[in-house]
């Protein structure tokens, strides 16, 4: 949910605000790269819960090229969330496809997700909750990822990650 990182990814954002998916909570069953990024985040059916989140308002060109990113290891599913400003209203959410047993996120991704939480205005208990989560840290494997995830960015921007018509998770 932060900007920086849509941005890197030449992703340009219509409008955004403050959002929950009641119901739901968030869990990190996306099978990563282990030990360096042992999974990434998703959302599951939980009564009593919620997920807070960025609502973004995007231009459909915008959701195709989200997609590319998303799509090979998430499954666009529509949600009903509660916007701050628009109320309830249906969103585009990105469900993980082939969930593995919960792991802990790597503190590069944490603290990603954390900064976006901040840059938004969510929560603050939620966001200490979500800061609070234990996670992975490798010495030099994690930096050298966080260079990796950059390069990865960076060759989709491009328009190089399609070879022979398929498209590079």
Do not use: K
């Not at 932060?2 to 954002?13: D, M, N, Q, Y």
């Amino acid at each position: 949910m932060s900007t920086r990182v849509l941005a890197r990814r030449g992703i340009e954002v219509a409008g955004s605000e403050v959002a929950e998916l009641r119901e739901h909570r968030l869990v990190f069953d996306q099978r990563g790269v282990w030990p360096v990024e042992p999974a990434f985040a998703s959302f599951v059916p939980a009564p009593g819960h919620v997920v807070w989140g960025v609502l973004y308002e995007l231009p459909v060109a915008q959701i195709e090229r989200l997609d590319r990113y998303e799509t090979a290891n998430y499954l666009p599913v529509e949600v009903a969330v509660v916007g701050a400003r628009t109320g309830p209203t249906a969103a585009r959410a990105y469900r993980t496809r082939r969930p593995v047993p919960e792991r802990r996120p790597s503190a590069r991704y944490l603290a990603l997700i954390c900064e976006g939480a901040r840059e938004h205005g969510l929560p603050e208990e939620y966001v200490r909750e979500l800061a609070a989560r234990p996670s992975a840290y490798v010495p030099i494997l994690s930096e050298l990822m966080g260079l990796s995830v950059r390069g990865f960015d960076w060759v989709h921007q491009m328009g190089l990650g399609r070879a022979r018509g398929r498209r590079v998770p």
